[in-house]
């Protein structure tokens, strides 16, 4: 299975940045809601709450997206270097909208709210810019990329009922059979008819259909690229978990951890 195309990956950064603005636009709210019943609308302690609300999403998911580029193809092409640069200017300039806006209704007067907007956008180029960087070079949230890494099944499935601990996942052998991998397709159809996943906004419904398909049509080769559906199959995992589904996860959690284990 070759890696995914171009326009994959912007749909994909474009998925990101709507998911990121929604659960920012959340946030930003509650400290509206906040400020407002202690007062402070008006204040400058309002526009720094936006600050730090906005930049710790933008330090979020720019990593985040930095290791799902990663994790698709296995190495930091410079293709994926561009990519995360687009995605880098795509998100901020998302969130910098999203200040505009509630920097307005802060109802601070004067230039403070633009010098605040200013501020904010410094700090997100300086971050953008040191996180391709690090990319570049082969790091991603302060931890070296590696190729072909042990996978890692979501640490936080492992607190839901049936869950997988987490362990450390060698090299896929020949020896997993096509048993497991009908179980494998099986979990995954489970989870996509799923409630929770039903209940998820559309982009991130969307999300989880993407990466679903192209495990599900790696298992369905004649010889499946094991490797790549254990990779493919931590994303899943990753955005259930980021989704706030990991329970309907966890038997596609314990498949995983059975396709790893028979190469044992």
Do not use: C
Not at 127 to 142: P, R, Y
Not at 235 to 261: D, K, P, Q
């Amino acid at each position: 299975m070759n890696p995914p195309g171009a326009d994959y990956f912007e749909r994909a950064s474009n998925r990101r940045v709507a998911s990121t603005h929604e659960a920012a636009l959340k946030e930003l709210d509650v400290e509206l809601a906040r400020a407002a019943a202690k007062g402070l609308i008006g204040s400058s302690f309002l526009l720094g709450r936006f600050n730090e609300v906005l930049l710790a999403r933008y330090r979020s998911d720019l990593p985040q997206f930095g290791n799902f580029l990663f994790e698709a193809v296995g190495d930091n092409t410079p293709q994926m270097v561009d990519l995360l640069r687009l995605h880098a200017t795509k998100l901020s300039a998302d969130l910098l909208l999203l200040h505009g806006e509630y920097r307005q209704r802060s109802g601070v007067p004067g230039p403070l709210p633009q010098q605040m907007g200013d501020k904010l956008q410094n700090r997100m180029v300086e971050f953008g810019e040191a996180t391709v960087d690090d990319f570049l070079n082969g790091i991603i949230g302060g931890t070296r990329l590696r190729k072909d890494p042990l996978v890692n099944i979501v640490s936080t499935i492992s607190n839901s009922p049936g869950a997988v601990q987490q362990s450390g996942i060698g090299h896929l052998t020949q020896s997993v059979n096509q048993q497991q991998f009908d179980q494998l397709l099986e979990a995954i159809e489970a989870l996509r008819s799923s409630a929770a996943v039903a209940s998820l906004p559309p982009a991130q419904q969307e999300a989880i259909a993407d990466v679903a398909e192209a495990v599900q049509a790696e298992a369905i080769k004649p010889k499946p690229d094991r490797s790549r559906i254990v990779r493919w199959g931590k994303r899943l995992l990753g955005l259930a978990t980021e989704f706030g589904i990991h329970t309907a996860a966890h038997t596609l959690g314990a498949v995983l951890a059975s396709l790893a284990g028979a190469a044992k």
